[in-house]
């Protein structure tokens, strides 16, 4: 029982490069989510997808892009990645849009270094 | 106010007694209000949700809610070291269905 898989878990960028991070899961949950997680910041919702076919800005969107390919996956796009970037990144989903009586089941994170 | 407080810690206790988690949030219409555990490196863990005021007890674990105080706690019996982690309010703010987390206070267990 998979849950929620991130790929990869880490991953260093240079300044201007671009890359995705892949995220599935496997509960038939509808909403997902994309998540940075910073030092003394806390965890930090970028974009959400409430379900197949919806996506929405979270409160820190600004330099990432995000497509619900289908129910199961949900990625995350960064299309300059610049050092501001550097975070933790994870990836999780709920039943319903605010988590319900279930919360949220987390991905294992990616780890990822803009130099 | 910051939408959901809690204190970073670190937060000592010893093997055995209890640890008292503390939160509290802005919101004073929010429903829903959950504990997660994050160890170092890991990713967060769901272990307690509540919706009711009064406590709710789970094993060891107890969360209490206050929503007249807008207050939410953690209490963790017979602590243990495997219990050093970090624990994360996170609340449903009514206004936008949002959920929104703390910040996270650190708990070390001393043996």
């Known amino acids: 029982n998979a849950g929620v898989t991130q790929t990869p878990k880490f991953q260093v960028l240079k300044t201007g490069q671009s890359m995705t991070l892949q995220c599935a899961q496997d509960?038939?949950?509808?909403?997902m989510y994309w998540y940075r997680q910073d030092p003394g910041m806390g965890l930090r919702l970028i974009y959400y997808s409430a379900s197949e076919g919806t996506t929405d800005k979270g409160e820190v969107p600004n330099g990432y892009n995000v497509s619900r390919l289908n129910k199961r996956e949900f990625s995350l796009r960064l299309e300059s990645a610049a050092p501001s970037q550097t975070s933790v990144y994870f990836c999780a989903s709920s039943e319903g849009w605010t988590g319900g009586f279930y919360g949220y089941t987390f991905g294992s994170g990616t780890r990822l270094t803009v130099v | 106010q910051k939408e959901v407080e809690q204190n970073s810690g670190p937060l000592s206790v010893p093997e055995g007694a209890i640890a008292s988690l503390n939160c509290t949030y802005s919101?004073?219409?929010?429903?829903?209000f959950f504990w997660y555990r994050q160890y170092s490196g890991k990713s967060p863990e769901l272990i307690m949700s509540i919706y009711s005021n009064g406590d709710k007890e789970d094993g060891r674990f107890t969360a209490q809610l206050n929503k007249a105080s807008q207050y939410v706690s953690l209490l963790i019996r017979d602590s243990q070291p495997s219990d050093s982690a970090t624990y994360l309010c996170?609340?449903?703010?009514?206004?936008?269905?949002?959920?929104?987390f703390g910040k996270g206070t650190r708990l070390h267990i001393l043996p």
């Open positions: 509960m038939n949950h509808n909403s």
């Open positions: 996170a609340v449903i703010m009514n206004r936008d269905d949002k959920i929104i």
């Open positions: 919101d004073r219409v929010s429903q829903s």
